[in-house]
Nanobody, 124 residues
């Protein structure tokens, strides 16, 4: 079983910054892509940013230039540095990890796991 534990959410004024962390642990031998998603009230969950285990990154347009995703492979941890926060960034932020669990006779058994979510509230 794989667990993802997020931290770093909170209440911040518009223009402020927060840094989210997500640590993965459990029975796996490799973490591939890690990503941050968010879900605002009444809206669908949406991708914010993603990073491969080689360090390649992807951002959605509404966070480009403001958010930075990074990871520490030795710690199995992904981070999201959020600067210049806006009220519309208010949401529950979730991390997701795509992991390789085990070798089998048919190839690598993979799994996708989610954290429990951390609330980010940006006041105007």
């Amino acid at each position: 079983q794989v667990q993802l534990v997020e931290s770093g959410g909170g209440l911040v004024q518009a223009g402020g910054s927060l840094r989210l962390s997500c640590a993965a642990s459990g029975n796996m031998f490799r973490i591939n892509t890690m990503a941050w998603y968010r879900q605002a009230p009444g809206k669908q969950r949406e991708l914010v940013a993603a990073i491969t285990n080689g360090g390649s990154t992807k951002y959605v347009d509404f966070v480009k230039g403001r958010f930075t995703i990074s990871r520490d492979n030795a710690k199995n941890t992904v981070y999201l540095q959020m600067n210049s926060l806006k009220p519309e960034d208010t949401a529950v932020y979730y991390c997701k990890a795509e992991v390789d669990l085990a070798f089998t006779d048919w190839g690598i058994r993979k799994g996708d796991y989610w954290g429990q979510g951390t609330q980010v509230t940006v006041s105007s």
